[in-house]
Structures are given as structure tokens and as C-alpha cells.
């Protein structure tokens, strides 16, 4: 199966709750990233996080990575409708870490 | 201020007629990816040049091929584009194999 699958695939909330996605991977990674993409435009890189840290903050993000377990999760607080789009995670490839593995993403509709 | 620019942002052809797309970039990174993108689906990386060698990704058809002329420039020319290569194209590029930055992709429709 597919490294970095997340779930869920899609959820819905209600503006000023949080949100939460989780990610799984499947090899040793030296960091793992998050991205947004809005609907029908490219994608935008969130925030890094490196295998040795546990848990990392950008705004109203906050990222957790459990290499123990290989998962990450991302937790947006005090959601907006304007947090509405899908989100990814990304992890290197083993035999190059030029390249990402994106899992399938989760979709986020908040609603106003 | 743009760093990523694609050009078209929509294409449309015909089937079998060849497409070039094309990005740009101002960030002068040394990696430059081609992703395609389904809906609802992961970007799946087609190929990437880290500087001027080329690197194909194991499952990419040979109907897709890439120019990268300069290190601003990068082409994905789709030979004979069927209807299954109707898709977003996404361009991206990085700089020391960390964070990527994508531009606003090109919707490519295949007739």
C-alpha cells in the first residue's frame, strides 16, 4: 500500500471548531511535510517537520510526528472557512530524497 | 510576486495532437518536478531534473517526456495525449530536497 495515506478522507466542521488529520507513512523518513491545496490551484507547502522533532507550531497549525508509530497528524485550531481545501502530507523516498510521496489527502469543508 | 508561473493555465486538445506545457520559475532551485494530478487523487510524480539530469519515475508512460532547457525552464511535452491524460499538471520546484514550491498548475483537457 501507498506510503503516507491519511484519514480521514474527508471532514466537515463548523467555523471556530478544530480540525483534526492524521498521517500514516511506512519507511524511515528524515522529515515530513504538509501541504494545502485550494480547489483547482497548486499546492502550498504548511510546514516541515524533522524526524527528530515531536511536535512543531505555525500559526494556528500544529503538527505532532510520532516515528514510534509512523504517523503525523495536523491540528488546525479555531477553524475559518477560508481553511476550506484539501490537505496532504508528504515524506521523502527512501532511495531519494529529492522526491515526495504524497498521500491521498484529507478534505476539509468549513462551514461558515 | 509570482515563482512558479505555468503557462497555460487551461489547455485544451485534440486527441493524438501533441501539447507542450511549460513552467517558469524566479527561485533559481536546482530540482524541478512534474506531478499529474487526478481528481480527488494524490499528485503522482512524472519525472524531475536536479539540474540538468533527468530522472523518470518507473511507471511514467513514455508518451510523457520533459525539456529543461535552462534552470528557469522546464516543458512536459505529452506526445499523443489520450483521454486518460486529461489531468492537472502540476509544476514544482526545491532547492536543497526539502520543501517544494508548486505552481498554480495547468488543467489539461484532451477532446
Known amino acids: 500500500s501507498q506510503q503516507g495515506e491519511e484519514d480521514p478522507q474527508a471532514l466537515s466542521i463548523q467555523e471556530g471548531e478544530n480540525a483534526t488529520m492524521n498521517c500514516s507513512y511506512k519507511t524511515s523518513i528524515n522529515n515530513l511535510q504538509w501541504y494545502r491545496q485550494n480547489s483547482g490551484r497548486g499546492l502550498v507547502h504548511l510546514i516541515l517537520?524533522?524526524?527528530?522533532?515531536r511536535e512543531k507550531h505555525s500559526g494556528r497549525l500544529r503538527v505532532t510526528l510520532d516515528t514510534s508509530k509512523k504517523s503525523s497528524s495536523l491540528l488546525i485550531t479555531a477553524s475559518r472557512a477560508a481553511d476550506t481545501a484539501s490537505y496532504f502530507c508528504?515524506?521523502?523516498?527512501?532511495?531519494?530524497?529529492?522526491?515526495?510521496?504524497f498521500g491521498e489527502g484529507t478534505q476539509l469543508t468549513v462551514n461558515p | 510576486d509570482a515563482m512558479v508561473i505555468q503557462n497555460p493555465r487551461y489547455q485544451v486538445t485534440q486527441f493524438g495532437k501533441p501539447v507542450t506545457l511549460s513552467c517558469s520559475q524566479t527561485?533559481?532551485?536546482?530540482?524541478m518536478y512534474w506531478y499529474q494530478q487526478k481528481s480527488s487523487q494524490a499528485p503522482k510524480l512524472l519525472f524531475h531534473?536536479?539540474?540538468?539530469?533527468?530522472?523518470n519515475e518507473a511507471d511514467t508512460p513514455d508518451n510523457f517526456q520533459s525539456r529543461r532547457p535552462n534552470t528557469s525552464f522546464c516543458f512536459l511535452d505529452i506526445r499523443s495525449p489520450g483521454l486518460g491524460d486529461a489531468a492537472m499538471y502540476l509544476c514544482?520546484?526545491?532547492?536543497?530536497?526539502?520543501?517544494?514550491?508548486f505552481g498554480p498548475g495547468t488543467r489539461l483537457l484532451v477532446l
Open positions: 527561485l533559481n532551485h536546482n530540482v
Open positions: 531534473y536536479y539540474d540538468k539530469d533527468f530522472n
Open positions: 514544482a520546484t526545491s532547492q536543497h530536497q526539502e520543501t517544494q514550491y
Open positions: 517537520i524533522r524526524s527528530n522533532e
Open positions: 508528504a515524506t521523502p523516498k527512501e532511495t531519494s530524497h529529492s522526491r515526495l510521496t
